[in-house]
Nanobody, 122 residues
Framework: VQLVESGGGFVQAGVSLRLSCAASGRAFSTSTMGWFRQAPGKEREFVAAITWSGASTLYADSVKGRFTISRDNAKITAYLQMNSLKPEDTAVYYC????????????????WGQGTQVTVSS
């Protein structure tokens, strides 16, 4: 599975952004998709995950209620809708895929995109 993120940018606090993760490869439709982020000087952290069917989702406490993960298997694309953005959401956001897993652990994901920068100013 190859993954390419898009949709990042420089925004003011309080606005919304939607990140997209375009995938290639037949394994997408059977993979759990995850979003992670990494701020300068910090470790990469879990943001959200969604099972292959879309029936189950996981969120980090820091984004619960503000971010929504979704996927369109027909378009082989995953999304992260980010609302009410805060300066502390500033990070490089990475899309990840993992077959046969449903996890917050980055080690569980075998495929990663290159990342897209999100910068939120106060």
């Amino acid at each position: 599975v190859q993954l390419v993120e898009s949709g990042g940018g420089f925004v003011q606090a309080g606005v919304s952004l939607r990140l997209s993760c375009a995938a290639s490869g037949r394994a997408f439709s059977t993979s759990t998709m995850g979003w992670f982020r990494q701020a300068p000087g910090k470790e990469r952290e879990f943001v959200a995950a969604i099972t292959w069917s879309g029936a189950s989702t996981l969120y980090a406490d820091s984004v619960k209620g503000r971010f929504t993960i979704s996927r369109d298997n027909a378009k082989i694309t995953a999304y992260l809708q980010m609302n009410s953005l805060k300066p502390e959401d500033t990070a490089v956001y990475y899309c990840a895929a993992g077959e046969g897993i449903y996890s917050r652990r980055r080690e569980a994901y075998g495929y990663w995109g290159q990342g897209t920068q999100v910068t939120v100013s106060s």
